[in-house]
Protein backbone atom coordinates (compact mmCIF):
# COMPACT_ATOMS: atom_id res chain seq x y z
CA UNK A 1 0.00 0.00 0.00
CA UNK A 2 2.43 2.40 1.26
CA UNK A 3 4.13 1.72 -2.28
CA UNK A 4 1.23 2.21 -4.35
CA UNK A 5 0.61 5.60 -2.25
CA UNK A 6 4.10 6.98 -3.25
CA UNK A 7 3.63 5.79 -6.72
CA UNK A 8 0.33 7.59 -6.87
CA UNK A 9 2.02 11.04 -5.35
CA UNK A 10 4.93 10.61 -8.08
CA UNK A 11 2.12 10.52 -10.55
CA UNK A 12 0.33 13.53 -9.38
CA UNK A 13 3.66 15.40 -8.77
CA UNK A 14 4.73 14.74 -12.47
CA UNK A 15 1.23 15.38 -13.95
CA UNK A 16 0.67 18.80 -12.08
CA UNK A 17 3.87 19.82 -13.29
CA UNK A 18 3.33 19.16 -16.52
CA UNK A 19 0.00 20.68 -16.52
CA UNK A 20 2.02 23.73 -15.33
CA UNK A 21 4.22 23.37 -17.99
CA UNK A 22 1.50 22.78 -20.97
CA UNK A 23 -0.37 26.19 -19.53
CA UNK A 24 3.23 27.81 -20.02
CA UNK A 25 3.80 26.60 -23.74
CA UNK A 26 -0.24 27.40 -24.49
CA UNK A 27 0.20 30.96 -23.28
CA UNK A 28 3.23 31.60 -24.89
CA UNK A 29 1.76 30.19 -27.95
CA UNK A 30 -1.50 32.41 -27.78
CA UNK A 31 0.71 35.76 -27.10
CA UNK A 32 -0.32 37.59 -30.40
CA UNK A 33 0.15 41.49 -31.74
CA UNK A 34 -2.88 42.41 -29.14
CA UNK A 35 -1.47 40.87 -26.37
CA UNK A 36 1.92 42.40 -26.48
CA UNK A 37 3.05 46.35 -25.95
CA UNK A 38 4.74 47.85 -28.63
CA UNK A 39 7.20 50.87 -28.69
CA UNK A 40 7.64 53.30 -30.76
CA UNK A 41 10.04 52.09 -32.40
CA UNK A 42 8.34 48.17 -33.28
CA UNK A 43 9.93 46.60 -30.71
CA UNK A 44 6.98 44.56 -28.87
CA UNK A 45 7.11 42.34 -26.08
CA UNK A 46 4.26 40.05 -24.33
CA UNK A 47 2.24 41.19 -21.46
CA UNK A 48 3.36 39.04 -18.33
CA UNK A 49 -0.02 38.05 -16.43
CA UNK A 50 -0.03 37.82 -12.55
CA UNK A 51 -0.80 33.26 -13.63
CA UNK A 52 1.69 33.19 -15.71
CA UNK A 53 4.46 34.55 -13.45
CA UNK A 54 2.57 32.76 -10.82
CA UNK A 55 3.18 29.18 -12.70
CA UNK A 56 6.44 29.71 -14.27
CA UNK A 57 7.30 30.84 -10.97
CA UNK A 58 6.22 27.08 -8.68
CA UNK A 59 7.64 24.93 -11.99
CA UNK A 60 10.10 22.63 -11.63
CA UNK A 61 11.76 20.52 -14.25
CA UNK A 62 12.64 16.78 -12.86
CA UNK A 63 15.84 15.09 -14.38
CA UNK A 64 15.46 11.22 -13.92
CA UNK A 65 19.00 9.40 -14.49
CA UNK A 66 19.05 5.41 -14.42
CA UNK A 67 21.85 4.24 -12.93
CA UNK A 68 25.38 3.28 -14.45
CA UNK A 69 26.68 -0.32 -15.51
CA UNK A 70 27.08 -2.62 -12.44
CA UNK A 71 29.13 -5.59 -13.01
CA UNK A 72 25.35 -7.68 -12.59
CA UNK A 73 24.45 -5.97 -16.22
CA UNK A 74 28.26 -6.75 -17.57
CA UNK A 75 27.67 -10.33 -16.52
CA UNK A 76 23.85 -10.83 -18.04
CA UNK A 77 24.46 -8.86 -21.12
CA UNK A 78 26.51 -11.55 -21.88
CA UNK A 79 23.55 -13.98 -22.58
CA UNK A 80 20.40 -13.56 -24.49
CA UNK A 81 17.60 -11.81 -22.10
CA UNK A 82 15.63 -14.58 -20.64
CA UNK A 83 17.53 -17.53 -20.98
CA UNK A 84 18.81 -20.18 -18.52
CA UNK A 85 22.37 -18.51 -18.59
CA UNK A 86 20.82 -14.58 -18.37
CA UNK A 87 18.97 -15.42 -15.53
CA UNK A 88 21.34 -17.74 -14.05
CA UNK A 89 23.66 -14.71 -13.99
CA UNK A 90 21.60 -12.11 -12.19
CA UNK A 91 21.01 -14.87 -10.01
CA UNK A 92 24.52 -15.00 -8.87
CA UNK A 93 24.61 -14.30 -4.88
CA UNK A 94 28.22 -12.09 -6.13
CA UNK A 95 26.26 -9.37 -7.38
CA UNK A 96 24.22 -8.77 -4.19
CA UNK A 97 23.86 -5.11 -3.85
CA UNK A 98 25.86 -4.76 -6.66
CA UNK A 99 28.53 -2.11 -7.39
CA UNK A 100 29.73 0.22 -10.73
CA UNK A 101 32.22 -2.22 -13.28
CA UNK A 102 34.83 -0.20 -15.22
CA UNK A 103 32.39 1.03 -17.63
CA UNK A 104 29.67 2.53 -15.60
CA UNK A 105 32.14 4.55 -13.57
CA UNK A 106 33.31 5.85 -17.09
CA UNK A 107 29.83 6.81 -18.02
CA UNK A 108 29.40 8.55 -14.63
CA UNK A 109 32.38 10.43 -15.63
CA UNK A 110 30.11 11.45 -18.41
CA UNK A 111 27.28 11.96 -16.54
CA UNK A 112 29.72 14.74 -14.15
CA UNK A 113 30.44 16.64 -17.27
CA UNK A 114 26.74 17.28 -18.27
CA UNK A 115 25.58 17.62 -14.58
CA UNK A 116 28.02 20.51 -14.49
CA UNK A 117 25.36 22.31 -16.88
CA UNK A 118 22.54 22.00 -14.86
CA UNK A 119 20.67 23.63 -12.36
CA UNK A 120 19.15 21.15 -9.24
CA UNK A 121 17.92 21.49 -5.77
CA UNK A 122 18.01 18.00 -4.51
CA UNK A 123 19.27 14.71 -5.51
CA UNK A 124 16.48 11.66 -4.68
CA UNK A 125 18.32 8.64 -5.06
CA UNK A 126 17.65 4.87 -4.44
CA UNK A 127 19.76 2.91 -1.40
CA UNK A 128 21.55 0.52 -3.65
CA UNK A 129 25.42 0.37 -3.63
CA UNK A 130 25.34 1.17 -7.66
CA UNK A 131 22.69 4.23 -7.66
CA UNK A 132 24.34 5.72 -4.81
CA UNK A 133 27.87 5.38 -6.72
CA UNK A 134 26.07 6.85 -10.20
CA UNK A 135 25.10 9.65 -7.81
CA UNK A 136 27.93 10.95 -5.84
CA UNK A 137 30.19 9.99 -8.76
CA UNK A 138 27.65 11.60 -11.56
CA UNK A 139 26.92 14.66 -9.73
CA UNK A 140 30.22 15.36 -7.56
CA UNK A 141 29.35 19.15 -7.55
CA UNK A 142 26.55 18.69 -4.65
CA UNK A 143 28.68 20.02 -2.00
CA UNK A 144 30.46 23.74 -2.58
CA UNK A 145 30.10 24.24 -6.76
CA UNK A 146 26.00 23.90 -5.95
CA UNK A 147 25.79 25.29 -2.81
CA UNK A 148 25.42 22.31 -0.60
CA UNK A 149 22.81 20.42 -3.06
CA UNK A 150 21.67 17.66 -0.61
CA UNK A 151 21.50 13.76 -1.69
CA UNK A 152 18.82 12.20 -0.06
CA UNK A 153 18.82 8.04 -0.38
CA UNK A 154 15.07 7.31 -0.05
CA UNK A 155 14.12 3.45 0.55
CA UNK A 156 10.43 4.04 -1.77
CA UNK A 157 12.05 4.67 -4.95
CA UNK A 158 14.52 1.69 -5.39
CA UNK A 159 13.45 -1.14 -7.22
CA UNK A 160 10.84 -3.19 -5.08
CA UNK A 161 9.98 -6.26 -7.43
CA UNK A 162 13.88 -7.67 -8.12
CA UNK A 163 13.67 -11.07 -6.88
CA UNK A 164 17.50 -11.00 -7.85
CA UNK A 165 20.73 -10.74 -5.12
CA UNK A 166 21.48 -7.30 -7.47
CA UNK A 167 18.32 -5.70 -6.61
CA UNK A 168 18.68 -6.65 -2.45
CA UNK A 169 20.79 -3.83 -0.42
CA UNK A 170 22.88 -3.86 2.21
CA UNK A 171 22.46 -2.88 5.62
CA UNK A 172 21.76 0.80 6.16
CA UNK A 173 24.99 1.20 8.52
CA UNK A 174 27.21 -0.56 5.88
CA UNK A 175 26.06 1.75 3.57
CA UNK A 176 26.15 5.04 5.49
CA UNK A 177 29.61 3.94 6.11
CA UNK A 178 30.68 3.97 2.14
CA UNK A 179 28.91 7.21 1.54
Same mark, same amino acid.
Given at each position: ?20 ? @????? =? !????? %? ?5 ? /? &? ?8 ? @????? =? !????? %? ?5 ? /? &? ?109
Amino acid at each position: VAVWDSMRLVCHCLLLSLLAC @LSLQQ =A !SDEDS %LDQRTCS /E &GGACSPIRTP @LRSFV =A !SRTKT %LHFVRHA /E &GYHNEASHKFERGSPEYIHALKDPTHFDARLNTVGKQQCEALAKEAEKLTYDLILVSPLTRTLETATLGFPADGEAKGGVPMVAVESIRERFGRNPCDSRRAKDKLEADF
